[in-house]
Structure formats: C-alpha cells, structure tokens
C-alpha cells in the first residue's frame, strides 16, 4: 500500500492542526495504521495506532487526551487530530500502515509502508 500525508504546517502552542493520509493500492482495511513522529536528534517514536475497524486505538502517553486517531475505511483515509499542541510536538509526523493482516499493532516493526512525512512545527 501506497501512503501519501498531508495536513503539516506552522501553528502557535494552544492551536490545532488536523493530518490526513491516504492510502492507494492493497486493501486498506486489512491493515492497523499508525501516526509516528520524529523531532530533529531524537528517534522515530509512535504517536498513535488504530485497528483494521478503528474500534481499538492506542496513544502514546505525551499526546494522550490532545490528539485522536481516526480512520475512514471507505476513503481509505487515516487521520491524525491534533489539539491543544505544545512545542515539543514539533516533529516530522509519518503515517505508516502495518504489514497486510496485521490489524492492530503498537509495534514500529509491524509496520512496512511508510508515507513520505509531513512537517509540524509549533512555536511557543
């Protein structure tokens, strides 16, 4: 599968932003998806994951009760709401789809189609 993300841009601490992904090829709801981000020196980290159905959805800690996960079987879309953002969410934030019959995983291993990132950043 194919993953292509947009939504990134420059906003103020307190703001939101909402990041889109769209997958083409495969069949979309044979795989978890997942939002991961990473900061300039600092690792790739998970963000947040969703199930093939998006009834099961897991947040890293730093971005719990801020951002939620959703998913759009029928346009192939996952999205990525991001409220209240602090500058330490400045990141590339990556969608990433799990190997085809893995439906839900919080492991970055697990995942094998990447889309190309998108920038965030947030000033303070």
């Known amino acids: 599968v194919q993953l292509q993300a947009s939504g990134g841009g420059l906003v103020q601490a307190g703001g939101s932003l909402r990041l889109s992904c769209t997958a083409s090829?495969?069949?979309?709801?044979?795989?978890?998806m997942g939002w991961f981000r990473q900061a300039p020196g600092k690792e790739r980290e998970i963000v947040a994951a969703i199930s093939w159905s998006g009834v099961t959805t897991y947040y890293a800690d730093s971005v719990k009760g801020r951002f939620t996960i959703s998913r759009d079987n029928a346009k192939n879309t996952v999205d990525l709401q991001m409220n209240s953002l602090k500058s330490e969410d400045t990141a590339v934030y990556y969608c990433?789809?799990?190997?085809?019959?893995?439906?839900?995983?919080?492991?970055?291993?697990?995942?094998?189609?990447w889309g190309q990132g998108t920038q965030v950043t947030v000033s303070s």
């Open positions: 090829g495969g069949t979309f709801n044979r795989h978890g």
């Open positions: 990433a789809a799990a190997s085809s019959g893995v439906m839900f995983t919080r492991q970055m291993t697990s995942y094998e189609s």
